[in-house]
């Protein structure tokens, strides 16, 4: 079993559709990355958060320590939000563990 | 843009060859992290250095060594190339306080190794 778990794998939405991406992982961690990947291969940091929830424009991130559990939601998606969104968690030791990634394809 | 550059962009190259992969941090960033990605093992952490010194390592193989200048650039030099070492290869830079492990992470556009 992995230790950071994503859902799903692959997402098809409709242009304005509100989307969820799902992260959960079994080890204790200091810090949950979100990432986004374009098909040209470039990696952006969407948000790093330890607790809580953090918003940025349209994108949303949580993240529940007890549960190991971790959403990415988009509002109002739009065809340029079509990217891989992958989950990464950091523990104590410096060292990154990601998740598998989520290919979201948004059609107009 | 980043602020994080890694040349080459693409590297095409034999098997058993040599190659060195560069990579400059964002102004400030005393952290540098690579990362392997590979079609079947996705994102792979490999080695990190803050400030010249290694501070995490990862699923590095042996015949992989990193190291960090004193002006903070890093390379990864990747010996005895194989066919499955062909992937991406991203460095990314962060700035580490005193109180965090980790801060956000800046990721460079990725140096694509092809190996023959």
């Known amino acids: 079993k992995n230790e950071v778990e994503q859902s799903p794998q692959n997402l098809t939405a409709q242009e304005g559709e509100f989307i969820t991406i799902n992260c959960s992982y079994s080890?204790?961690?200091?810090?949950l990355h979100w990432l986004q990947q374009h098909p040209g291969g470039g990696i952006v940091s969407l948000f790093m958060?330890?607790?809580g929830k953090k918003k940025h424009g349209r994108l949303i991130a949580t993240i529940n320590i007890q549960e190991k559990h971790s959403s990415l939601h988009i509002t109002a998606s739009h065809p340029r939000d079509s990217a891989v969104y992958i989950c990464?968690?950091?523990?104590?030791?410096?060292?990154?563990?990601f998740g598998k990634g989520t290919l979201l394809t948004v059609n107009p | 843009d980043s602020g994080v550059t890694q040349t080459p962009k693409h590297l095409i190259t034999a098997t058993g060859q040599r190659v060195t992969l560069r990579c400059s941090p964002r102004?400030?960033?005393?952290?540098v992290y690579w990362y392997q990605q590979s079609l079947d093992q996705g994102l792979q952490f490999l080695i990190q250095?803050?400030?010249?010194?290694?501070?995490a390592k990862g699923n590095i193989l042996e015949r992989f060594s990193a190291q960090q200048f004193p002006d903070l650039h890093s390379e990864l030099n990747l010996s005895s190339l194989e066919l499955g070492d062909s992937a991406l290869y991203f460095c990314?830079?962060?700035?580490?306080?005193?109180?965090?492990?980790?801060?956000?992470?800046?990721f460079g556009p990725g140096t694509r190794l092809t190996v023959l």
């Open positions: 250095y803050y400030n010249g010194e290694e501070r």
């Open positions: 958060l330890s607790s």
């Open positions: 990464a968690v950091g523990g104590s030791n410096y060292k990154l563990t």
């Open positions: 102004s400030g960033d005393l952290s």
């Open positions: 080890v204790g961690i200091s810090a």
């Open positions: 990314a830079s962060s700035t580490i306080s005193g109180t965090d492990f980790y801060n956000e992470q800046f």
